[in-house]
């Protein structure tokens, strides 16, 4: 299969990720209601339906993720004009290739660099995500391991080692106030790039790619 190629996207790939409950799927499924044309691909969801893994890892009640698995099933989505006929759900395949995707996982290094125009990593204070955590029930082991995760900057880091920094975005995921002012970027710098593209091409992309949301052209930084 030919490699995705952001030459051929006519709307651009956002993964949104971040320590779990800083509030991706909450952002993602936000930004998919306010562009009815893009899809939210809930990967933690993905890798469940569709067995995706290797079983389960039972000290951290999570599933050991089958990494090939997923690669070969989400290149057939975000991919190639020939998704259709491979076993990809028929909403997946109308899209293969063509953008539009909002995907929502907790790491970034497992995919490829050239799937994505955009990454988003969410943050969250170390109390608020306590307690967010510990309102799903998360056993203590669990709850320290990703708050230190967080206190670590682990998901900024990974992102701005597997991206270009040109493409990744720290935002602030504390309040309702910051989640509404993330979706509002993102759906407005998903909309320049789309007016980038059609109006000028691919060449325009590399404005959109240094200044992303309009701001002061530092697309990497912390944005608070
Ligand atoms: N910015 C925010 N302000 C207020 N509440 C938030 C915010 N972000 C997330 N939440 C709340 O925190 C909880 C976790 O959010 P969400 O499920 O979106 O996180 P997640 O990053 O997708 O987690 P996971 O990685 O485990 O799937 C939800 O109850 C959500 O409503
Ligand atoms: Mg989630």
Redesign the pocket.
Known sequence: MPPTSRATRTKPNILIT??????????AGLVTSALPDYQLLEV?KVVAQRNLHCGRDESFDTLILDEDLLLDEMELILGGDDAGGRGVEPQHAARGGSGGWVV?Y?SSDLFPERWFDMVIV?R?STSILND?LV?RSYSEKKISENIMCEIMDVSFNEALEAYHPSRVLSLP????E??SD?VSRVVEWAEAWEQSMSTHGVEARIHVDIDPIGGDGDGSGAMD
């Open positions: 971040g320590t779990p409950g800083t509030g991706k799927t909450t952002l933690g929502d907790h969410l969250s967010r309102m995921s504390d309040s309702i910051e989640m993330n």
